[in-house]
């Protein structure tokens, strides 16, 4: 089992940039595919990219490539997400989660964090 809780979210002015760090606890997150999500209000949750137990694999939503870059420390047990240029659709809580799968589905990953916002004005 593992526990996450993300942080660097916050306000920011469109083109500008995010690190969003994800922490994990126990001795297993190396073992863990993981991915951040958002969801934006009244809207579904969506995958936003995803990176293998070893950093070898990433893979991206198609908006955000180019902009986005998810990378893990497995020494940290933390999973981060650079996010540049910054659009006010990026608006979102985004949450990281772990998954025994390399996927983009939601629904397979079994452990989340709570989330933390980020709100980009234009």
């Known amino acids: 089992q593992v526990q996450l809780v993300e942080s660097g979210g916050g306000l920011v002015q469109a083109g500008g940039s995010l690190r969003l760090s994800c922490a994990a606890s126990?001795?297993?997150?190396?073992?863990?595919?993981m991915g951040w999500f958002r969801q934006a209000p009244g809207k579904e949750r969506e995958f936003v990219a995803a990176?293998?137990?070893?950093?070898?694999?990433?893979y991206y939503l198609e908006s955000v490539k180019g902009r986005f870059a998810i990378s893990r420390d497995n020494a940290k047990n933390t999973v981060y997400l650079q996010m540049n240029s910054l659009k006010p659709e990026d608006t979102a809580v985004y949450y990281c989660?772990?998954?025994?799968?390399?996927?983009?589905?939601?629904?397979?990953?079994?452990?989340w964090g709570p989330g933390t916002q980020v709100t980009v004005s234009s």
């Open positions: 990176i293998a137990r070893s950093g070898g694999n990433s």
């Open positions: 989660a772990a998954s025994s799968r390399f996927v983009t589905i939601r629904t397979d990953y079994n452990y």
């Open positions: 126990g001795r297993t997150f190396s073992s863990y595919n």
